[in-house]
């Protein structure tokens, strides 16, 4: 009951040794490629470049700080909906993501950025958004288990989280060279499954102690749509954001502009039509309407066509609020997972589905609709994979979905099990979903406290009520 | 008085119906243009180019991602600032936004973008920001009935308003060869008339039985900001992202960026100078500022001079500030129209001002000023229209005004009188402006409630009062 | 006491006058650039510039909306912390920078951007940028003095501040010929003792009578992180907006991107380390965590390699936020200098640092490292500075780095001087912090005033607590 929260030591101290560590790692291995490194004056004379206009930077700044937005404000904001956990949500958002981008440089840049002539990791812009994605699946996950751990857990789980991540995305990218622009499966269903199984093995049985506090209040949910409009407004970014120069970036964009719009339509629909007076909940908008992106990210950069963004869209707006009426329930009751946030109706179910349709879309490729140049270029069929057929991408675009999956489950469980050592300084049964642990008293907490008291108070009297205004 | 506001039936019916509509009509005819098709890089083989960076893609996507924003954030927020329907109004924009994009990219693709080779109409980036600004005529209209229908309502105004938008401009941009490159007239004189002739139609005589709730509280303010400034903050974006490439982009960037700047001041003075005491009024601040963006929309891309872009702003801040205090009481009372947000002030006057400035810089132009070959390429004078004089193009310019506007107030009219039967679900007279008629209960409407309660009991209370503090 | 804080006239008459100021000046003087004007075409025609793409509005106009973001909601939110001084923060921010980026076009015009043919002013999007950047000056010093003074001292203080910024900028850059992409030294140093220096010279010993309305409520705090986080976001864009094109701003937006990521952590730590029981400060991780971007400005296009970026962004985080644990109280204390927002710690000593990092890494510049081109390009040693050697070129950035300190300090000294005159119509000492002095009065205050009363008189009585609930 009386559980120490008390992270003086331990947080300052992952705080400090890690960033050290980062920069004796970046000192070592990080350097800046030739797009952002002075001799690219020289390079772009030897390679006969005859504009700064062609360096990478002005293909994908603009996607990348859409993508930046979406990280910070998107999902912190999202997550505020808690009426007394807005500090953590946006705080440890903010710094989990300020971690995770660095070690992310690295792990992915070890696996994809190596150049073996001097052992450096060369870093230009592409890797800033990988490393954005890479964090993107840790926020994920944090979303499962919002207001049940501390700081210095969510530090852990993202060490942990990136490094996997970094691992399956090799696996699925370039050893099985699946394709995944968007995520689906490499951000979206790891990410998703990490969290579940984590907070899976962090179940807390008598977690309604605190249920007073599960639940949102006016202004909460305002600022949450922040998060969800500004995750759903630069979705299409995110998507495009390290697509294929040109019409893969172009087309890409196209698809999940269709799919986001298509998914708001049918989630306010079973929101309306399954509540008693038709009226919409806040949960379903703040978040279904956002399966659409996620279900499109594998295949935005094929050729989905618009109707098919559409229909992805559509399907993923039912899923995904049924999920919250239905599963989230199912799943705290029957299989013991706590989903804060339900991420597995968000980012799981659409996720998987992402990852499905774009193994079917890969697999129905044909050169007549891609062009030759085209299917070869969308799909990246040159090297060791150049006589591949798209019928075998497509099934390697499956197995790279079931190496998500496998990393997510096995490696949240792990780490789970990490995390419920009693040395974290987690919040008691009674104490989750508060801001009072981890942040300084602020003056309007009492403020607030009072005014649930008379709340409560005159909701027993009856001579008052919306009448008397009259 | 105890009118039904369940739309249980309707409003799922709708959404699904039209989202099902929408999927079969994008089957058939939509498409995605050679920019965003896999066959672009043959296509860049044929025609020279040679480099992915002359993609469209790269010239329009920055741009229309800060239109992104204003539709979604920008219009959404701005109307959070009633007390009791911020839901409302974020959430119903961004249902309304994201069933209008799709409609309009098909009814505006019919009218612009049809290949008349295959019958399919062929989208790219500037086909998205086009359905962006024909949504925002649309949420213009929103203003206007903001709080007093139901979100069915809403979804048969944009159904309308779409289809006359896109009518209105092709009769504008195409046949009457008008440029508006900013939407003055084309999205908002028409938006905004549109949506006073649907609000004088659905003229509620008693609706000070619901006074209460029309006002703003502390933080509703301050949400609304968010609102504002995003709108204030993107419109260069919004008045140059379909404008030329080159010069017409930067020129209207410029155009605008200055006369918002001058809005400001002038807003504020004005604000000042009519309170007793030299105070500012919030609603000034928020609506009152973005007029100048509005009326520089049709001149943006004319060498309109940066001196004339601050004139316009200085001008319109002062009307639009004016408009608040004496033209908004004035209509509720006179002429029956109950303008919840003001739009008349913000996009009427503003818009009607646009087209005007854009008529006479147009009729003003001459070739010393913008060279031949800039003239030629400022107002296209190509083809059919390769003869027309900077004069004749300003009388057209104030045709398209004429047009914009007998389209506003007749579809207003006409889509009002079907808003005005009795089966759409909307709100008596006292529920207006309250989310309770269509959200879910959120706990702290009560406590909401009591609070007020208090203040009404305290204030007949002598003994306290900031004294208190001291 | 009863101090008069009526501006009925003179914020009327400062906005009117200096409006129209603006607008002779800019008819006598500012004319579109080559590259917004309709003479492009031609223009592309004679020097063989073959695509639009060219233009350097599609280099940096990406960058120019995220710094206009940082400008004005970045910067207005950031100071919505306080509880009762929200409408203040956001209001007169976007009153200010709207006139102030006007008075810099014309400042900074004069300086740098004469055409000396025919003694006009030709402005672009860099323009827009550098007048951006010109205000934030300004902005960063309203952070020292907020809710201390008057919208007509605030405006008297940004036309001084613009013209001291420009003149100082032409000194540090065009004569000292330093680099200064990030603005370390122009930007930050210059504008925080700016501001200092006048809230030392506006002392009030009496200000603890409003210490009430020091401090923050839950969502006024929430309000902050949006500014806080838009500032973090688009900082590599600030850095990076104006550096050269290709390498130059590909580089800068790396380096910001690490040094604050880095800062992060470091906050977090010592905010942590220095709190009872580990308990985290909003106010540090509102503002400590934007150190880094501070600090890395002038040397963010140098080689500062990726470990040195995360190296600053280390040490601005532990010196910026024990800045607010000790200095910000001494500073009160000692020195007499009210600093409302902290700016000495997220502007002044990081600005410092930065122009210190800035000097060191430009002495330590070689042609090997650089490569000779890429040496020339970067410092631009180029006409009258091609003899610089980079030694020699640490020595002018430590020059500049004093010449900003002076303007500041003696700027602001004499411009606090001018402000101390009582007729601006500041608030008296019990009236600071509180809206209800410049904004029309909101229904919510009174209804706050009473929630506040509660409080205390619950507090008194032991039989109510958070034990009610359970």
Redesign the interface.
């Known amino acids: 009951m009386t559980q120490d929260?008390?992270?003086?030591?331990?947080?300052?101290a992952v705080?400090?040794v890690?960033?050290?560590a980062?920069?004796?790692l970046?000192?070592v291995f990080?350097?800046?490629n030739y797009?952002?490194?002075?001799?690219?004056?020289?390079y772009?004379a030897q390679q006969n470049i005859t504009?700064?206009?062609?360096?990478?930077?002005?293909?994908r700044?603009?996607?990348f700080?859409?993508v930046?937005?979406m990280i910070?404000?998107g999902f912190?904001?999202l997550m505020?909906f808690l009426?007394?956990y807005?500090?953590g949500a946006?705080?440890f958002n903010?710094?989990v993501a300020?971690?995770g981008?660095?070690w992310a440089l690295l792990m992915q840049g070890w696996f994809h950025s190596l150049d073996y002539t001097d052992g450096k990791i060369k870093?230009?812009?592409e890797n800033?958004i990988n490393a954005d994605f890479c964090v993107a699946g840790c926020l994920i996950a944090y979303g499962a288990v919002l207001g049940k751990v501390s700081?210095v857990q969510l530090l852990v789980m993202t060490l942990f989280g990136v490094t996997l991540y970094a691992v399956e995305e090799f696996i699925i990218l370039s050893v099985l060279h699946a394709c995944d622009a968007g995520g689906s499966m490499v951000i979206h269903t790891f990410g998703a499954y990490y969290g579940l199984a984590i907070s899976w093995v962090l179940y807390r049985p008598n977690l309604d102690?605190s249920k007073?506090l599960i639940?949102?209040?006016?202004?909460s949910?305002?600022?949450a749509?922040?998060g969800t409009?500004?995750l759903?407004?630069?979705w299409?970014?995110f998507n495009s954001a390290i697509a294929y120069?040109?019409?893969g970036?172009?087309?890409a964009?196209?698809n999940t502009?269709?799919s986001?719009?298509?998914?708001?339509?049918?989630t306010?629909?079973?929101s309306?039509?399954t509540?008693?007076?038709?009226?919409?909940?806040?949960v379903h908008?703040q978040n279904a309407?956002l399966a659409g992106g996620v279900a499109v990210g594998t295949a935005a950069e094929f050729?989905l066509?618009?109707?098919g963004s559409?229909?992805v869209g559509?399907c993923c707006g039912i899923i995904s609020t049924f999920g919250y009426l239905v599963l989230t329930p199912f799943m705290e009751k029957s299989l013991k997972i706590q989903d804060t946030c339900g991420i597995h109706n968000l980012h799981a179910i659409p996720g998987f589905l992402g990852g499905v349709v774009g193994a079917i879309t890969a697999a129905a490729a044909t050169p007549s609709?891609?062009?030759e140049?085209?299917?070869i270029?969308?799909f990246d069929f040159t090297g060791n994979f150049k006589n591949r057929s798209p019928n075998i991408q497509g099934g390697y675009q499956a197995a790279g979905l079931c190496v998500a999956l496998v990393f997510g489950i096995g490696g949240g469980i792990l780490v789970g099990l990490i995390l419920k050592l009693p040395i974290w300084?987690d919040p008691a049964d009674?104490a989750c979903f508060d801001d009072e642990?981890?942040?300084?008293e602020?003056?309007?907490?009492?403020?607030?406290?009072?005014?649930?008291?008379?709340?409560?108070h005159?909701?027993k009297m009856n001579n008052?009520?919306?009448s008397?205004?009259?």
């Open positions: 929260t008390n992270v003086r030591i331990s947080l300052p705080c400090f890690w960033q050290i980062m920069i004796i970046f000192g990080i350097r800046y797009e952002s490194d002075t001799h690219w004056v020289e772009m504009s700064n206009i062609e360096n990478d930077f002005y293909y700044y603009p996607s700080q859409d930046h937005v910070f404000v912190g904001f505020t009426k007394r807005s500090f946006v705080g903010f710094l300020a971690f981008i660095q870093i230009g812009i800033l700081p102690q007073r639940g949102s209040v006016y202004h949910d305002v600022f749509m922040i409009l500004f759903w407004m630069f299409p970014s120069h040109g019409d970036q172009h087309r964009a196209i502009y269709l986001l719009a298509s998914c708001v339509l049918t306010v629909a079973i309306s039509v509540q008693k007076k038709g009226k919409l909940d806040m908008i309407t050729l066509t618009c109707y559409l229909i559509f609709a891609y062009g140049e085209g299917l270029e969308t300084g009674d642990a981890y942040w300084e602020f003056c309007s907490v009492k403020h607030f406290t009072v005014c649930i008291v008379f709340t409560f005159f909701e008052l009520g919306p008397f205004f009259t």
